[in-house]
């Protein structure tokens, strides 16, 4: 298994309106994305143009359908902007503690 990660940002162009809002897109992205993915977990949006922050679990051989997938909703979504990056190490589906009694490895929680 590897991490993918995929930040949408708004750009200049990306215009959201009653009828299309910021979070029926992200909800859009994250569902599409989902069902080619193990796992998902959201990450902070740590700026007011993230529309999404996600990474996603993904076997090796899910890699090139995956990476699919972003080219389409990249093809449907053209005023956002996607921050694919990847494959990583699934550092965000691991929770690791070092302390004075060890080492204690558990798998994080929070899945979307």
Same mark, same amino acid.
């Given at each position: 298994?590897? #991490?993918?990660?995929?930040?949408?940002?708004?750009?200049?162009?990306?215009?959201?309106?009653?009828?299309?809002?910021?979070?029926?897109?992200?909800?859009?992205?994250? #569902?599409?994305?989902?069902?080619?993915?193990?796992?998902?977990?959201?990450?902070?949006?740590?700026?007011?143009?993230?529309?999404?922050?996600?990474?996603?679990?993904?076997?090796?051989?899910?890699?090139?359908?995956?990476?699919?997938?972003?080219?389409?909703?990249?093809?449907?979504?053209?005023?956002?902007?996607?921050?694919?990056?990847?494959?990583?190490?699934?550092?965000?589906?691991?929770?690791?503690?070092?302390?004075?009694?060890?080492?204690?490895?558990?798998?994080?929680?929070?899945?979307?």
């Amino acid at each position: 298994m590897v #991490e993918l990660g995929l930040k949408v940002v708004q750009t200049e162009k990306t215009v959201f309106d009653y009828t299309h809002n910021r979070e029926e897109y992200a909800s859009d992205i994250l #569902e599409r994305l989902r069902a080619k993915a193990k796992h998902a977990v959201a990450c902070d949006l740590f700026s007011e143009r993230l529309v999404l922050n996600a990474s996603f679990l993904v076997s090796k051989e899910g890699v090139d359908s995956f990476s699919d997938e972003v080219v389409r909703l990249k093809e449907k979504y053209q005023a956002l902007k996607f921050l694919y990056s990847g494959p990583w190490a699934p550092h965000n589906f691991v929770y690791i503690r070092i302390g004075t009694e060890g080492v204690d490895i558990k798998k994080k929680t929070g899945a979307i």
